[in-house]
């Protein structure tokens, strides 16, 4: 039985959990599904023509994120991507020791606390009020024992850009490997690995209109990556297991896409955040942007609606046809603050009353304009009705 809900007037103001796929995408993975199906491994034509996708798909991401070809490793998720480094950078002779934040995503902090119980030790450090990381906290905290540093660069919650260049030139000058979380960066942010000092770094298709399920792992030194799976020598054996050539290729159309129009994409998320932000702030009494101070990606607001239950809000809004979310898609049904606000040092009911928004270049100004209107509604009509 299919899905018949009307979707024709919705607004889909959650893109930091999704987008949806472009067109060119689509068409992309039909076509590596359809006519030009084939496994990889096989030795016949179809086989090379199978594999040429996916060479052809590693050579458009690399584009994306100025790297080589030969450094990038494709994956299910960026949360494969994230275990796999964390799984390879561990309990090394004489090392059993990793340094990360309290605002991460869940695959890296639940990867946290199953390494602790594997006797690994975690240091998970503070961030300011902007959720920011001082990186002088982070020298503190560097000794020969460490094995690995992961520093999400743009934080999925709040859109808050961490110093990159700093935190990656800090590693390589004490000898420590690093990883960086870059689901929310890829696309969003000029990514040029040649020039950045980074080991590692993570991101996914689904971010930036691809398919699900389809991601990649970028290794400067693919020596020090360890297999999670164990089979045959798909990815030259870092990642066994028959690829997902519709998902690769839609992931190869999608960083193409972008790539070709990274700046205009850009300006056009930031100009929606900043119209949308503004209107909000200015109409609806007692909000505020968390994490407003520092800076952050063009695409996502983090809005505190003061005196507002934003569970209920979200209940409203969704109804209403407006999509949205209180914290990220892997957490969201939890019932409990978001831990990224908390560990910026905001209380329970501060975190509660906030909401995420995240834009899309193919969300419109038009929208912005329905949606705050409806928002405005919505908060006056729970202001009236106090639980």
């Not at 007037?9 to 030009?36: H, K, Q, S």
């Not at 700046?263 to 968390?290: C, G, V, W, Y």
Request: charged letters at 25%; proline letters at 3%.
């Amino acid at each position: 039985m299919g899905c018949t809900e009307d979707i024709s007037g919705e607004i889909y103001f959650d893109n930091n959990a999704t987008t949806r796929p472009l067109p060119e995408v689509m068409e992309a993975v039909c076509e590596a599904m359809g006519e030009r199906f084939g496994n990889p491994s096989s030795a016949h034509s179809a086989g090379e023509r199978a594999r040429h996708r996916i060479e052809l798909a590693r050579k458009r991401i690399s584009n994306l994120v100025g790297c080589s070809p030969q450094d990038l490793i494709f994956t299910s998720s960026g949360t494969e991507s994230n275990n796999m480094v964390f799984y390879s950078c561990t309990k090394k002779e004489g090392k059993n020791r990793i340094v990360t934040t309290g605002i991460e995503h869940s695959s890296i902090m639940k990867m946290c606390s199953f390494l602790e119980l594997n006797d690994v030790q975690v240091e998970i450090l503070e961030v300011d009020g902007q959720g920011i990381l001082d990186i002088r906290r982070l020298e503190d905290a560097l000794s020969e024992k460490t094995d690995l540093v992961s520093v999400q660069w743009v934080n999925n919650e709040t859109g808050v850009i961490q110093d990159m260049a700093s935190i990656s030139e800090l590693c390589r000058e004490k000898g420590v490997p690093f990883h960086t979380d870059a689901a929310q960066a890829v696309g969003k942010l000029e990514v040029n690995l040649e020039e950045l000092q980074v080991d590692f770094l993570s991101f996914t298709a689904h971010k930036i209109n691809g398919p699900q399920g389809a991601a990649a792992l970028y290794a400067k030194d693919r020596l020090l990556v360890n297999p999670v799976l164990f089979g045959g020598f798909q990815e030259e054996g870092f990642r066994p297991g028959t690829e997902n050539l519709p998902g690769i290729a839609g992931l190869g159309a999608a960083c193409e896409i972008r790539h070709a129009n990274l700046k205009q994409a850009t300006e056009k998320m930031r100009e929606l955040r900043d119209r949308f932000e503004e209107t909000i702030t200015e109409s609806i009494p007692h909000t505020s942007i968390n994490g407003g101070g520092g800076k952050r990606v063009c695409n996502t607001t983090n809005i505190h609606f003061g005196g507002i239950d934003g569970r209920e809000l979200v209940s409203l809004l969704d109804e209403s046809g407006i999509r949205c979310s209180q914290s990220s898609a892997c957490t969201n049904f939890e019932v409990a603050p978001s831990y990224v606000l908390i560990a910026m040092g905001l209380g329970e009911q501060h975190a509660y009353s906030s909401i995420r928004f995240s834009f899309c270049p193919e969300n419109s100004f038009e929208e912005i304009q329905r949606a705050t209107e409806i928002i405005q509604e919505k908060c006056e009509f729970l202001r009236s009705h106090p639980c």
